[in-house]
């Protein structure tokens, strides 16, 4: 069974860093992987997915995850932080079989700090 | 650009009582989906549904949920007899397709809350 692992429940950056926010997964089939993001008050919104097309894949607000398999991760980063980027950040798994059941991680807090 | 909504936004309601959550998916999508999180812990799947039938529901998901798409746009969640545990923040999504990688599309939620 797919399952998916996000280290740090919280993260904390200055306006301007680098933003990494790390994602690992466990799948028996080769992985179709999400990165949502969830502002105070709203759904989920899709900032990006890998689909097995390229390893680096691009989303919106300058976001960009890669997928590495020989380490079974997905890490969201952006090269600068910005104050809006402040959510919560959840990495899925499409599980294999079924209906495209979403397997979610716990969720990484994302705070930005001036 | 097209959106998921959902009504009503929040609902309080007595413990025993039903409840019903309602969600207008995209307009051509096929496929619907509910989950949930409850305050602190991970979004969880409940069900899915296409043509007028469950595709997949969860262990969750158990005799006292059900859902419906009673004309062509709507899609339900009705809870029977709530529990205190069912208090919980409901997501509505949906998909073109139901294809593994296929871009789900969630709505703003239902906050629902069980005294």
């Known amino acids: 069974a797919q399952s998916v692992t996000q280290l740090g429940s919280h993260v904390s950056v200055s306006e301007g860093a680098l933003v990494l926010l790390r994602c690992n997964y466990s799948?028996?089939?080769?992985?179709?992987l999400f990165w949502y993001v969830q502002y105070p008050n709203q759904g989920l919104q899709l900032l990006l997915k890998?689909?097995?097309?390229?390893?680096l894949v691009k989303g919106i607000n300058d976001f960009e995850a890669e997928f590495k398999k020989s380490e079974t991760s997905f890490h969201l980063t952006k090269p600068s932080a910005h104050m809006s980027d402040a959510a919560e950040y959840f990495c899925a798994v499409s599980e294999s079989g079924g209906y495209n059941k979403l397997i979610f991680g716990a969720g990484t807090r994302l705070a930005v700090h001036p | 650009e097209p959106e998921v909504t959902q009504t009503p936004s929040h609902q309080v309601t007595q413990m025993g009582q039903e409840v019903i959550l309602r969600c207008v998916p995209i307009?051509?999508?096929?496929?619907f989906y509910w989950y949930r999180q409850i305050l602190g812990q991970k979004v969880e799947f409940l069900v899915s549904?296409?043509?007028?039938?469950?595709?997949?529901k969860s262990e969750i998901f158990d005799d006292q949920f059900s859902v419906e798409r009673p004309d062509g746009s709507n899609f339900t969640l009705k809870i029977r007899s709530t529990k205190l545990e069912d208090s919980a923040m409901y997501f509505c999504?949906?998909?073109?397709?139901?294809?593994?990688?296929?871009?789900?599309?969630f709505g703003p939620g239902t906050r629902l809350l069980v005294l």
């Open positions: 999504a949906s998909s073109v397709t139901g294809g593994r990688g296929e871009t789900q599309y």
């Open positions: 307009s051509n999508h096929l496929y």
């Open positions: 799948s028996s089939v080769p992985p179709y």
């Open positions: 549904f296409y043509n007028n039938e469950i595709s997949e």
């Open positions: 890998y689909t097995s097309a390229a390893t």
